[in-house]
């Protein structure tokens, strides 16, 4: 620019000639000549276009600084073998992020640090700059779309870490954004299964009292049964089972094209972010309470203004799409059916945990119905047991009262079982202070605390007045006895009198008047 001001003030202002000011800036005569030129011409289209009104205004373009054309100027170090190459790291690349091993994508710097090891001479900055050029060609244009109210919501999920129960695990958040309104909802699961999938979608539902008119899923695994050709897919029975009930429509993004559920994927984050963020709420004491939490959140962030809405809230924007929403219906069953055959253990087996069923259906078939929160079992049409549902791996889920039977026949097998191991600790306690070595007692106590149907809570009373009334032992008559007493009033204890009863009143009166007088007749 500096050269470009000597220039015209020399041959303008100052009278030199084009030769005079090539010697004094040392440019080439050419540059001078064009320069000199171009301000002429510029000055001469300005005073004849009207443009200006004298020749002290000329036009920017005259002022500007240089401009050079290098578009076409090809790379002087950069060879087909290289470009071949980063070609093949870019792939690469790719087929990682189908992979899900995005985190393990070749940056620029590893790929030139790939080229300098293959004995390219080549600089960081010629392949940051190629890589560039190759991204800027795939940038796509997105299409802005407008929602009427009730009519899209999408729904997603994402992973979050935080202590239940003193334990750090990853808990799975459902979350369910309005397009229209940008309503939220979310609610956390131990797995990203079929029946939680079922259940946040009955929960959702239930909570805004209706349905939306279509649902939005990426290709989450329990949206997408299988892919047909490059573009269809072919929906899950859970999917189904939910647009049939709740009379809503569906549609996939298409892959690694999270922009088409760009509501929800700003939520995931964003409610991950707020919810579960600061130190004082990453601990709960179950993950029942995690959930209220995170529903209050939700609930002050639909309650916030939102610049991009005309600071409308969410609340209020849901409040004009609810009269759109499908008519309500009873929440879905949120369930899988499975038919399993009891093993010789007397479990079935649900997702690698292990369930125990009364020992009578040993090595039959029954029907599990699996919830997110239990496991219910049923037998012959009937229920036969239900049981919380753990997500560990191989968890033994065991009740005692389905094996007393084949204990009472083996109670040697009682000591060492992963069924004592896995009955209440209450229990436990019973049996090793009072009942260890002498488990055909135990197993005894335990058939009639199953009849009776009566807790260890009102055996281990029992035991305590078995103690105060000085007896060394505990045995379960002895308990059994002082049980049955509490039930019964003291007058019903003793039969109505009759021949038998009088015949023993006599003798034990002749045995106390025997001892008195000291054994003499």
């Known amino acids: 620019m500096k050269e470009k001001q000597e220039i015209v003030l020399g041959f303008f202002k100052d009278g030199l000639s084009r030769l005079e000011i090539v010697r004094r800036t040392g440019l080439n005569w050419r540059t001078v000549n064009k320069y000199v030129k171009g301000y002429q011409k510029a000055l001469k289209e300005a005073l004849e276009s009207g443009r200006v009104e004298d020749g002290?205004?000329?036009?920017?373009?005259?002022?500007?600084?240089?401009?050079?054309?290098?578009?076409?100027r090809s790379k002087r170090k950069l060879s087909e073998a290289m470009t071949a190459e980063i070609g093949k790291c870019l792939q690469d690349n790719e087929e990682k992020v189908a992979n899900r091993q995005h985190k393990q994508q070749m940056k620029k710097v590893d790929i030139h640090f790939h080229l300098r090891s293959l004995g390219h001479d080549i600089g960081y900055t010629t392949v940051a700059t190629f890589i560039r050029d190759l991204?800027?060609?795939?940038?796509?244009?997105?299409?802005?779309?407008?929602?009427?109210?009730?009519?899209?919501?999408?729904?997603?999920?994402?992973?979050?870490?935080?202590?239940?129960?003193?334990?750090?695990s990853s808990y799975y958040i459902a979350?369910?954004?309005?397009?229209?309104?940008?309503?939220?909802?979310?609610?956390?699961?131990?797995?990203?299964?079929?029946?939680?999938?079922m259940r946040s979608h009955a929960l959702f539902f239930e909570y805004i009292e209706g349905s939306y008119g279509c649902m939005v899923y990426?290709?989450?695994?329990?949206?997408?049964?299988?892919?047909?050709?490059?573009?269809?897919?072919?929906?899950?029975?859970?999917?189904?089972?939910?647009?049939?009930?709740?009379?809503?429509?569906?549609?996939f993004c298409n892959v690694r094209k999270g922009n088409e559920k760009g509501h929800v994927e700003r939520s995931v984050e964003y409610i991950r972010r707020k919810a579960f963020c600061r130190k004082s709420t990453e601990s709960f004491e179950t993950l029942e309470e995690a959930n209220t939490h995170l529903f209050e959140?939700?609930?002050?962030?639909?309650d916030q203004p939102q610049k991009l809405k005309n600071g409308q809230t969410g609340l209020e924007m849901f409040s004009e799409e609810k009269p759109y929403l499908n008519q309500p219906v009873p929440p879905f069953e949120c369930s899988e059916l499975a038919q399993k055959r009891v093993d010789k253990y007397g479990t079935v087996s649900v997702y690698q945990n292990m369930y125990s069923v009364p020992e009578e259906y040993t090595g039959r078939?029954?029907?599990?119905?699996?919830?997110?929160?239990?496991?219910?079992?049923?037998?012959?049409?009937?229920?036969?047991?239900?049981?919380?549902?753990?997500?560990?791996?191989?968890?033994?889920n065991i009740d005692l009262d389905?094996?007393?039977?084949?204990?009472?026949?083996?109670?040697?097998?009682?000591?060492?079982?992963?069924?004592l191991k896995n009955s209440e600790a209450d229990l436990q306690s019973l049996y090793s202070s009072y009942f260890e070595g002498n488990e055909k007692d135990f197993i005894e106590l335990l058939l009639y605390m199953k009849a009776k149907n009566k807790d260890v809570n009102v055996i281990n009373e029992a035991v305590e007045e078995v103690l105060k009334a000085g007896c060394i032992t505990v045995t379960a008559d002895k308990i059994k006895c002082i049980c049955d007493r509490r039930e019964c009033p003291a007058e019903a204890v003793y039969a109505p009198e009759n021949d038998i009863s009088r015949i023993s009143s006599m003798q034990l009166a002749e045995h106390s008047a025997l001892m008195a007088n000291g054994g003499k007749a």
């Open 56 to 72: 002290s205004v000329i036009l920017s373009e005259v002022v500007e600084a240089p401009v050079y054309d290098s578009s076409s």
């Open 365 to 396: 078939m029954v029907d599990v119905r699996i919830y997110p929160e239990k496991i219910v079992c049923y037998g012959d049409g009937e229920k036969i047991c239900t049981h919380r549902r753990t997500y560990g791996s191989r968890e033994w």
């Open 218 to 251: 990426d290709n989450m695994k329990v949206a997408v049964k299988k892919f047909i050709g490059n573009n269809e897919k072919e929906p899950t029975e859970g999917l189904l089972k939910l647009s049939m009930y709740y009379l809503f429509r569906f549609r």
């Open 135 to 168: 991204e800027m060609k795939k940038k796509e244009t997105f299409i802005r779309q407008s929602y009427a109210p009730g009519d899209v919501c999408e729904f997603d999920w994402g992973e979050v870490k935080i202590r239940v129960g003193g334990k750090l």
């Open 297 to 302: 959140v939700c609930r002050d962030l639909n």
């Open 402 to 419: 389905h094996y007393l039977k084949t204990l009472h026949r083996k109670p040697g097998a009682f000591s060492g079982s992963v069924v």
């Open 175 to 197: 979350v369910f954004t309005a397009a229209y309104s940008n309503f939220r909802f979310a609610v956390l699961f131990e797995r990203q299964d079929t029946v939680s999938f």
